[in-house]
């Protein structure tokens, strides 16, 4: 049986641990396996007349693939929420409660699937675990294969300890 990395020294104590279920990493893994090789098989089977595009679903193909492999070890870290904000369990921090402006949760929000946005005071730099999170300049978003009751929850105590900040 594995066990969770232990959380870096100075890490407070996780509030709340956003883990997909096994079945949703599988189901998303499936998919990703799935259009991967169908573009493959389309690509070498049943060819199209033109190389280049031969080659963009040869590329399309093992993207696909690559991504599902990612998503999966991507879904095997937790994001912590804790009284600093929110990092992966191996200590990688995803967005510092001290640099959040905003979450948002809406319906029209550019955010993941049953996930939420989080907007930054400061720009971090882009980081990306397919399924679970992604950060581009001063935006986060945390969703994916995440259940949605887990993600309301944790967008719900982040907007609660933006809005009590001074």
Do not use: C, Y
């Amino acid at each position: 049986m594995s066990h969770a990395p232990d959380p870096p020294d100075d890490a407070a104590p996780p509030i709340h641990v956003l883990r997909p279920s096994p079945a949703r990493r599988a189901i998303a893994l499936g998919i990703q396996i799935v259009l991967g090789l169908l573009l493959l098989w389309i690509a070498l089977a049943q060819p199209p007349e033109a190389l280049l595009w031969r080659v963009v679903l040869l590329a399309l193909g093992g993207g696909a693939l690559v991504l599902g492999l990612r998503g999966w070890q991507g879904g095997a870290q937790g994001i912590v929420l804790d009284a600093g904000g929110l990092r992966t369990e191996d200590g990688r921090t995803v967005a510092a409660l001290a640099n959040i402006a905003s979450v948002d949760r809406g319906v029209f929000a550019f955010k993941p699937s049953n996930g939420f946005l989080l907007r930054l005071h400061e720009p971090m730099p882009r980081a990306w675990s397919p399924g679970m999170w992604w950060r581009v300049g001063r935006r986060v978003g945390v969703g994916g294969v995440i259940s949605p009751s887990d993600a309301k929850f944790a967008a719900d105590v982040l907007a609660m300890r933006v809005a009590e900040r001074p």
